[in-house]
C-alpha cells in the first residue's frame, strides 16, 4: 500500500511538472543588446572614508565607470602583489638579501 501511495504522490508531481514546463518554454532569453550595456562614460558618484577624527562626515569621490574598473583593477593587483610578497619581506626585514 505504502508503494501505491508513493507512486501516486510521483506521479502527480510529474504531472504538475509537465504543466508548468510550456509556461516556463516561453521565457525569452535575456537580450544582449547594445542598450543593455551600461555607458563607459557615465560620472559616478560613491561616499569616500571618513577622515579619523572629523566630525564633517564622508566626503565623495566622483568618476567615470572606466576610472572605476582601473582603481579597482590596480587595487586588486597591489592586494595579489602584497600578498604574494609578504613571505620575502618577513624573511629579510632588513633588506640585505640574506634569509
Known amino acids: 500500500m505504502r508503494h501505491a501511495i508513493c507512486f501516486v504522490a510521483s ?3 510529474l504531472i504538475v511538472i ?3 514546463a ?3 518554454a516561453q521565457i525569452p532569453p535575456p537580450s544582449t543588446t547594445d542598450a543593455a550595456k551600461p555607458d563607459p562614460n557615465a560620472l559616478i558618484c560613491r561616499n569616500g572614508a571618513p ?3 572629523s566630525r564633517l562626515g564622508v566626503h565623495r569621490i566622483c568618476a567615470t565607470r ?3 574598473e582601473h582603481y ?3 587595487s586588486r593587483d597591489a592586494t595579489t602583489y602584497a600578498q604574494a610578497h609578504i613571505f620575502y619581506e ?3 626585514p632588513v633588506g640585505t638579501g640574506v634569509r
Request: hydrophobic residues 50%; proline residues 5%.
Open 66 to 68: 572606466v576610472q572605476w
Open 22 to 24: 510550456p509556461a516556463l
Open 11 to 13: 506521479l502527480t508531481g
Open 72 to 74: 579597482r583593477n590596480d
Open 51 to 53: 577622515a579619523i577624527g
Open 18 to 20: 509537465g504543466a508548468a
Open 90 to 92: 618577513q624573511a629579510d
